[in-house]
């Protein structure tokens, strides 16, 4: 079932975040700097306040009473311009789970409920690159940033609808 997060989600919404984020992130081992970003920013009370934020929606993906994974959009970033729709922030699924269509839903209820005009990035280095050729999003764009003295250089793709 997909629904919208409550403020009771917080702490599996916690969980869920720092197994995926660590997973994705950590390839080459687990960092002081990757830890400590990681247990700063996914807490209960990040997940409260963007469930409490007017400006964001956060869909879940729940089975048997487990949150299997969610997806975060922020409905006022805007990417080079607002013909791009809003950003889908983060698109989490908890590894144990990958592969079983849960990702393609929630994208699928996203576009149901708010639009099919949307831009998400994700890292160039990240398996998830390969889903979202796959569901023919087109990549429009490259961002980077700066984390831990590391260029992070990041795909940016467009909902196949545009």
Known sequence: MIREARSQDAQCL????????LTTYTTDGMRDEYAAFALATFTPDYFKKIINNKDNKLLVYERDSAVLGFLLINFTSHYQDKDNGFEVEKLYVHSGF??????????????????????????????????????????????????AGHDICNNVYRSPAN
């Open 14 to 21: 916690t969980a869920l975040a720092l197994q995926v984020w």
């Open 98 to 147: 990958q592969g079983q269509g849960i990702g393609r839903q929630l994208l699928d209820e996203l576009s149901k409920r708010y639009g099919d005009r949307y831009w998400l990035y994700t890292w160039v280095e990240n398996d998830s690159n390969v889903f979202y050729q796959r569901l023919r999003f087109e990549k429009i764009g490259e961002i980077s940033f700066q984390f």
